[in-house]
């Protein structure tokens, strides 16, 4: 069974960032490094939502996209652009590269349990946490990664604490 271990601060900083957006979602990535016995978040990047008219025609073919419009409160897209940013900032890492592990993004007024358009987009490698966001406030927060059906089932988050 897979584990996302990370530190209290990349928590707060998700939640922080959830918080920010609000009314609308959040989104950024998690660099860290893959190991037998799981993940390791070791930096928090927050990305902008780049959730627009553009990207609901680039996704609109996807299973579970049969609503989607360009509102930013129940969709976000990172752009390439971010993906390939963090991979080179990941490679450059000292004292050893760091690659994408997980997404982190928020739900405003909704649960943190993934949508159909969340699973339809997801890739198996990643960890995934969504922090539900209620009236502005972050609230619940739960990580989640792909079966090899590519069904969500919750993955285990172990807080570290800093030595």
């Not at 490679?91 to 928020?106: E, K, N, T, V």
């Not at 502005?136 to 590519?150: C, E, I, V």
Request: glycine share 6%; charged share 25%.
């Amino acid at each position: 069974m897979a584990v996302l271990k990370l530190h209290p601060q990349h928590l707060q900083a998700i939640r922080t960032h959830a918080e920010s957006t609000y009314p609308e979602e959040c989104c950024g990535l998690l660099l860290g490094k893959l190991a037998e016995d799981g993940k390791t978040v070791v930096e928090v990047m927050p990305t902008e939502n780049r959730w627009n008219a553009e990207a609901v025609e680039v996704f609109q073919e996807i299973e579970g996209s049969a609503k989607l419009g360009s509102d930013k409160r129940d969709r976000y897209a990172i752009a390439p652009e971010d993906m390939l940013k963090a991979q080179k900032q990941g490679r450059g890492a000292s004292p050893s590269p760091l690659d994408i592990i997980g997404i982190y993004h928020s739900h405003p007024d909704h649960p943190a349990i993934p949508s159909e358009f969340d699973r339809a987009c997801a890739w198996s490698v990643y960890s995934y946490i969504i922090v539900s966001v209620q009236q502005g406030k972050a609230g619940d927060l739960r990580n989640w990664s792909l079966d090899d059906a590519h069904q969500f089932q919750p993955e285990e988050m172990i807080i570290v604490e800093t030595t």
